[in-house]
T-cell receptor, first 112, second 113 residues
Framework: GENVEQHPSTLSVQEGDSAVIKCTYS??????FPWYKQELGKGPQLIID?????GEKKDQRIAVTLNKTAKHFSLHITETQPEDSAVYFC???????????FGKGTRLSVIA | DTAVSQTPKYLVTQMGNDKSIKCEQN?????MYWYKQDSKKFLKIMFS???????INETVPNRFSPKSPDKAHLNLHINSLELGDSAVYFC????????????FGDGTRLSIL
């Protein structure tokens, strides 16, 4: 089955700096790659996703890149703010009735 | 206007008891899920239902039984609770289809004494 590795497990950045979180996946058939943000006491919230026919997607300060050949994808957050502090999860999925497989999460701390 | 709502938010109970967690979504989605998040924050799928039919059943003890009375509800019943069942359980939903975003509830924190 699919296996998703996520790095780093913790990340501290100064406010205004950029943050990058990287994930690799094992199943070359995976074609959907969402990113979730989980704040304390809340459920994961989808912040951006990318499908395998696209190499990059951007939404304001958040961007995701996908390299299908290398089987890795990354989340980029620019101009970080204290409210970006949370746990971020990457995930991957193949088609059909297969589960969404999550990475182990990255705890991002933005220091004011 | 809660999209995916779970009750209760907290559940504290004794080992050996039976308990249920309820989930409802008002997004009109066809597919619903249960996930378990352990103390290290690892999120893992337990079950998935599409239009009240079980489509994903990961390696979960049969003490866990999902029940879907209609496509807007997916409840989780747990028999003979064990210490290792302590975790946060999340319900989620999505449209049917090959790749559709999943929307999560805020979780139920289950603590076994």
């Amino acid at each position: 089955g699919e296996n998703v590795e996520q790095h780093p497990s913790t990340l501290s950045v100064q406010e205004g700096d950029s943050a990058v979180i990287k994930c690799t996946y094992s199943d070359s058939a995976s074609n959907y790659f969402p990113w979730y943000k989980q704040e304390l006491g809340k459920g994961p919230q989808l912040i951006i996703d990318i499908r395998s026919n696209v190499g990059e997607k951007k939404d304001q300060r958040i961007a995701v890149t996908l390299n299908k050949t290398a089987k890795h994808f990354s989340l980029h957050i620019t101009e970080t703010q204290p409210e970006d502090s949370a746990v971020y999860f990457c995930a991957a999925k193949t088609g059909g009735n297969t589960p969404l497989v999550f990475g182990k999460g990255t705890r991002l701390s933005v220091i004011a | 206007d809660t999209a995916v709502s779970q009750t209760p938010k907290y559940l504290v109970t004794q080992m050996g008891n039976d308990k249920s967690i309820k989930c409802e979504q008002n997004l009109g989605h066809d597919t619903m899920y249960w996930y378990k998040q352990d103390s290290k924050k690892f999120l893992k799928i337990m079950f998935s239902y599409n239009n009240k039919e079980l489509i994903i059943n990961e390696t979960v003890p049969n003490r866990f039984s999902p029940k879907s009375p209609d496509k807007a509800h997916l409840n989780l019943h747990i028999n003979s609770l064990e210490l290792g069942d302590s975790a946060v359980y999340f319900c989620a939903s999505s449209q049917a289809g090959i790749v559709q975003p999943q929307h999560f509830g805020d979780g139920t924190r289950l603590s076994i004494l």
